[in-house]
């Protein structure tokens, strides 16, 4: 493995790589990964803290999951040298998680750790599970899926070392991970909003308009489901370039084919935790 350094980051990460050999000289880590940036770092980091034969990179499967995240994360697994171990996950089955309320995401992680440790921590030997919240994430009132990570016992060492997504990158990059310049890609599930139910049929809507803006070159896009509507967030540069004349009607086409009436953009582009962040903030007051 390749020595290297730091710079800035080198502090936090000193602490992740301790909190990973705190397991002990013989322990195996899971990793709860999904290929984006974060989780994939975290991986990255456990295999050099206590070699890649001890990690395994544990992915959810899910109707939520779009089909080229799933082999985007392989790629980048292999990349790294740790095995994927996928889990199918149900939260679907779930009500609580079709009602989609504003703690939808508890519900989902909530699922993904307990089949993590009703099937996978035993068959494969694993001490400690681990996964990629980072320091900004932390901080944030619209993430419940920590209070899941709180009740398994699952470790998130990237917040604890103080890492936020900028640091996170950074070491993505030193680690010349294939991912370290990856935008954001949350579940399919976020894209619909709260208290409308979450369906496999939506969820199918939202990853064939999104391929189909992604085959055109948009390559960070959400396709947020408003019923016959389709809401596109872009990039600012490329909000213009959607609505030019020779590409308009070719971006209405592709999103229209995936079953939505109709296509809009949104002018104020791409909106982390849209749906979420209005209704957290007015619960807290």
């Known amino acids: 493995m390749k020595d290297v350094t730091f710079g800035p980051d080198q502090s936090g990460v000193d602490h992740v790589l301790r909190a ?3 397991c002990g000289p013989h322990g195996r880590i899971g990793v709860a990964y999904s290929g984006g940036v974060d989780s994939a770092t ?3 980091l456990a295999a050099r803290a206590v070699g890649a034969d001890r990690v395994v990179a544990i992915l959810g499967v899910s109707p ?3 089909a080229d995240e799933r082999t985007g994360a ?3 697994a292999a990349f790294i040298g740790v095995p994927v171990v996928e889990v199918r996950t149900h939260e679907g089955d779930n009500p609580a998680y079709q009602r989609n309320g504003p703690d939808r995401c508890f519900h989902c992680k909530d699922e993904l750790f307990t089949r993590i440790d009703d099937t996978v921590v035993a068959a494969h030997r694993i001490d400690v599970v681990a996964y990629g919240e980072n320091a900004d994430d932390a901080r944030r009132p619209d993430r419940p899926g920590s209070r899941a990570a709180t009740d398994h016992e699952v470790l998130r060492p990237l917040a604890d070392a103080a890492l936020d997504k900028a640091a996170v990158r950074r070491i993505a990059r030193v680690l010349e991970l294939p991912c370290a310049d ?6 399919l599930a976020s894209r619909i909003p709260h208290f409308e139910t979450v369906s496999p049929e939506k969820l199918v809507q939202v990853e064939a308009a999104e391929a189909a803006l992604r085959a055109m070159g948009f390559a960070d896009c959400r396709v947020r489901h408003h019923g ?3 809401r596109v967030e872009l ?4 909000i213009a370039r959607a609505t030019e004349p020779g590409l308009r009607d070719e971006v209405n086409a592709a999103v229209r084919s995936a079953g939505f009436r109709f296509v809009t953009v949104d002018l104020a582009g791409i909106q982390s935790g849209a749906f979420t962040l209005p209704l ?3 619960t807290r007051g």
């Open 235 to 238: 990039l600012p540069d490329d």
């Open 182 to 187: 990856k935008p954001a890609a949350p579940c």
């Open 42 to 44: 975290l991986l990255a």
């Open 64 to 66: 939520s999951l779009a």
């Open 228 to 230: 016959e509507v389709a």
């Open 74 to 76: 392989h790629d980048v």
């Open 20 to 22: 990973f050999h705190s």
């Open 280 to 282: 957290v903030s007015t």
